[in-house]
């Protein structure tokens, strides 16, 4: 599902070239989990990024699901991202003017799927939000919002889904509860997860963990799922 060649990343600053990835190797199967864990601005985050074509490497070959996203223009990318990917962030990024209903629907109705509302609905409830449909983000708790994120993420039904510190926003409960999700919806589709986290213990969930420091890989292991 994932092969990653040679990645490097390098922007240019103030106090001069900065290496964020520093040639990174990784190939993941389809349809198995992966944690990558280490500290804060280790590169993980930007890893992640650049698996989903969100930023472009420096150097090196990014394949995910047998498309070589470097040699993809923006448009080609988005597609590609449409067909292939869920993503959720720490962040949510939902849109605040729309309903959690419309925030599931959007990518859906932008692929021109017929019954975007009724799949829509139906994957908000499989993530206990059916009452909350008509709600704003505004109106929603932290873990709700992060709901409606998951939704939008599986929708489509995903190939490979990559979840960025997914509970980094939310406390201790919620953020177990939200995990636990993650997985089982994971495990219904039959997707590939990456999941970028700084704690050990919810990497440690995954078939293997990538620990990852100073922009490249130190160590790579099995762990318990």
């Known amino acids: 599902m994932i092969e990653l060649a040679g990645v490097r990343l390098s922007l240019a600053s103030a106090a001069g070239r900065v290496d964020i990835l520093r040639g990174v190797d990784l190939v993941v199967e389809p349809g ?34 047998g498309q070589d996203l470097t040699r993809l223009g923006e448009d ?4 590609f ?3 292939n990917l ?19 629907a959007i990518p859906l109705e932008l692929a021109g799927a017929a019954a975007a509302f009724a799949m829509a609905r ?9 009452p909350r449909l008509g709600h704003y983000p505004a ?3 932290g873990g709700e919002q992060q709901r409606v994120a998951l939704a939008r993420a599986v929708v489509a039904a ?3 889904l990559l979840a960025d510190e997914p509970t980094g926003n939310l406390d201790g409960a919620t953020g177990a509860a939200i995990v636990d999700l993650l997985f089982d919806l994971r495990r219904s589709r039959g997707a590939t997860l990456v999941l970028v986290t700084h704690d050990p213990a919810l990497a440690a969930r995954c078939d293997r963990v990538v620990r990852f ?7 790579r292991a099995e762990a318990g799922a």
């Open 32 to 65: 198995s989990t992966i944690g990558i864990a280490g500290p804060s601005g280790s590169g993980k985050s930007t890893l992640l990024s650049i698996m989903a074509g969100l930023e472009r490497p420096s150097a090196g070959t990014v394949m995910i699901a």
């Open 122 to 130: 139906q994957a908000l409830e499989r993530v206990g939000l059916g």
């Open 86 to 104: 869920g993503i959720v962030f720490q962040s949510f990024h939902l849109i605040p003017t729309m309903t959690a209903l419309e925030n599931v």
């Open 81 to 83: 991202r449409r067909d």
């Open 76 to 79: 080609a990318l988005a597609r």
């Open 139 to 141: 109106q929603l708790s």
């Open 213 to 219: 420091a100073d922009g490249v890989i130190v160590d």
């Open 158 to 160: 995903p190939k490979l």
